[in-house]
């Protein structure tokens, strides 16, 4: 009878959290959006460069993709936040993460794209060059039309992994989801159920985002050619 009461304690408590964990939901997606666009505008760029650029160019852009790959985001996310000051810099919190984590994303976006303009045949851009058309033409109107539909499987994951790295932000205070979590749990004590609660959250954002890619890669399709093989 006691360990029935307790577990309908339990359920009653997590059940009125659900109101104030959401609170950090709309941060939450904010960060999210802001990161994986930001990790979209530079991550271009970046590849087309180490593609197509200079070579000199292109090792620098190599060289930035390898360190902010190879380094623990919660590194980057530090050193941002405490570095800034010494450069004149005032960031807060949430302006620390999001740069942080827009960093992160560009280098492993920057990847993706890589791979997909690389996939582009070279036939398709002789034959652009035979038209008298310019590296930029080519690359803006003939590569990256077909590499960007053919990154969406790859760019599912990295979908996935911003939901999952946007928590990280927690450990500068900034009030998400993680962080009114763990406000919750200082007040009730209640640590499992309240962490699997947010933990469900996550894993709602995360399935339906990859729904909706997956919709778009098929709506998007290249007739005659998969995509199976960049995911």
């Known amino acids: 009878m006691r360990a029935i009461q307790e577990l309908l304690t339990t359920a009653a408590v997590t059940w009125d959290s659900i109101p104030s964990i959401l609170k950090g939901l709309s941060l939450t997606l904010e960060i999210i959006f802001i990161t994986l666009s930001a990790g979209f ?29 190879g380094i623990p985001v919660m590194f980057t996310i530090f050193l941002i936040y405490f570095g800034a000051p010494y450069l004149g810099v005032e960031l807060n919190a949430f302006l620390s993460g999001v740069l942080a984590l827009s960093l992160r994303s560009s280098a ?50 990295e979908w996935s992994t911003m939901v999952k790295d946007s928590s990280l932000v927690y450990v500068l205070g900034v009030v998400e989801m993680m962080t009114r979590a763990k406000m919750v749990v200082d007040r009730t004590g209640m640590a499992i159920p309240i962490f699997l609660t947010v933990a469900l959250f996550y894993l709602a954002i995360t399935a339906s985002g990859n729904k909706f890619l997956r919709y778009l890669e098929d709506k998007l399709a290249i007739p005659g050619v998969t995509t199976k093989g960049f995911q």
């Open 41 to 69: 505008v530079l991550g271009i760029p970046i590849a087309s460069i180490q593609v197509y650029s200079w070579r000199p160019l292109a090792m620098l852009m190599f060289v930035y993709e390898r360190i902010i790959r």
């Open 108 to 157: 492993y976006q920057s990847q993706i794209f890589r791979g997909s303009i690389q996939s582009v045949g070279k036939d398709q851009l002789d034959a652009a060059e035979s038209l008298g058309m310019g590296k930029l033409k080519i690359i803006s109107r003939v590569v990256l039309p077909q590499a960007l539909r053919r990154a969406i499987p790859a760019w599912s994951n």
